[in-house]
């Protein structure tokens, strides 16, 4: 597609059940990344996926945080044993190397409750 | 460790005034990339600027300029003669350039919610 897409849009879970966001890139762009956006906070790095390389999970809050990219496309981030702090706006957003910018998708909004 | 300071948590302006968003950023690498960007009320982040470290010049598109000054780390957003479809979440971010080219994972400031009123 022309964009990022993120699905689902929105999401409502039961706390301690696991939750998959799926992120779609732009066709090409070998670069990955997956944020958090908590309410009136501003957006928290959480993992990058370049190409064949082993990701940057360095942002990852907990061990409950997973996410895999498969055949350097399609993104999954898996929370497992949700947490009402686990409630935020999840973004991804992808990039083509030495191009100006990266493109976010519209998010997933997951509620814990 | 990067970091990016929005001091301006919100700023209210009348439309067509002119207004200053400001970002102040700290990092230790000596090439990186600055950009901005916007998110609107319907929450999808829209790319405004990316800046590389060795272009001190400034920018100006339409209404919108960039003053990037890395003697202060500083690097402002004005939009000039607002309008009330400028109202959104403006968000400041800093990237350390990688050799490629590419640049790595954003640090974002808190962001600026500026309205602005008819």
């Known amino acids: 597609g022309a964009g990022v897409s993120q699905s689902p849009s929105n999401k409502v879970t039961e706390k301690g059940k696991d939750v998959e966001l799926r992120c779609d890139p732009i066709s090409g762009h070998t670069a990955l990344y997956w944020y958090r956006q908590s309410l009136g906070q501003g957006l928290e790095f959480l993992i990058y996926?370049?190409?064949?390389?082993?990701?940057?999970k360095s942002g990852l809050p907990s061990d409950r945080f997973s996410a895999e990219r498969t055949g350097g496309s399609v993104s999954t981030l898996t929370i497992q044993r949700t947490q009402q702090e686990d409630s935020a706006v999840y973004l991804c957003?992808?990039?083509?190397?030495?191009?100006?910018?990266?493109?976010f998708g519209s998010g997933t909004r997951l509620t814990v409750v | 460790a990067q970091k990016v300071t929005q001091a301006q948590t919100e700023i209210s302006v009348v439309e067509k005034e002119d207004v200053t968003l400001d970002c102040v950023y700290e990092t230790r690498d000596t090439t990186y990339y600055l950009f901005w960007y916007k998110q609107p009320p319907s929450g999808e982040l829209v790319f405004l600027i990316r800046r590389n470290s060795f272009d001190e010049q400034n920018e100006i598109s339409g209404r919108y300029s960039w003053n990037f000054q890395k003697s202060t780390s500083s690097f402002n957003f004005t939009i000039t003669a607002s309008q009330v479809v400028d109202s959104a979440v403006y968000f400041c971010a800093l990237s350390e350039a990688r050799s490629s080219g590419s640049a790595r994972q954003l640090t974002f400031g808190s962001g600026t919610q500026l309205t602005v009123l008819p």
């Open positions: 957003a992808s990039s083509l190397a030495g191009i100006d910018g990266y493109t």
């Open positions: 996926f370049q190409g064949n390389s082993a990701p940057d």
